[in-house]
């Protein structure tokens, strides 16, 4: 009997897109707002979000194996989006629970720092702006966009139509949690969480066809 090859695993494709094409308009997300609003986002709507925030994140130079540093997403609404454009892009989302934005960006040469604006790391970020070594572009996902911060909302509004990639890597890592040391997990990931956290709920639920509620 002959070995089949595996075809290469990706989140944002085989999970979220295969979602939007079989249940479009299946409710996938469901976000609660600080100030009690519901907002329910379909199957199509998350596929639309996520291409136009990965189409805008690509120009700016984020792509395969682009260590992403993720703050204060765990209550706002582009956790959902964020995080899909990062898998569709190859690029690697690294949620940071020691929030030292500064030493951590720098020890895994981060590209960029993607922060909701009620994260701390923002000030801390932008008193020591000068420390950081590799990260390239600083990206808000709130409103207002603080000083040196680029908007994401703004520039996902004029994006066009995203290509995906047409060539993804067999063995990658696709997202990097840091805990007392960074764990590095492989693009099998979304399919074998176990943990509580809040990014585990949304692969597991999104995998499962089910609504992720937060």
Known sequence: MKNEKLKPFNFGYDIIDRRAKNFPDQTAVVWHSPNGFALEISNADLHH???VTAYYLRRLGVGQGSVIMLYGLEKAFELTTVL??????CAVPAFDLQTEAIKNSNSL???????????????????NRHQLLTVELLINTGNPCPDYWLD????ARMAK??????????????????DTEPIFFN??????????YLWDKFYRTMTEGKVFDF
């Open 84 to 89: 899909t454009a990062l898998h569709k892009l």
């Open 152 to 155: 994401l909302h703004t520039g």
């Open 49 to 51: 979000h996520s291409d």
């Open 109 to 127: 040469e981060a590209y960029s720092i993607i922060a909701n604006n009620n994260s701390p790391v923002i000030q801390q970020v932008n008193n």
């Open 187 to 196: 693009e099998k990931y979304p399919l074998t969480t176990t943990t509580n």
């Open 161 to 178: 139509t995203f290509k995906p990639v047409e060539k993804i890597p067999k063995d990658r890592t696709s997202l990097i949690i840091i």
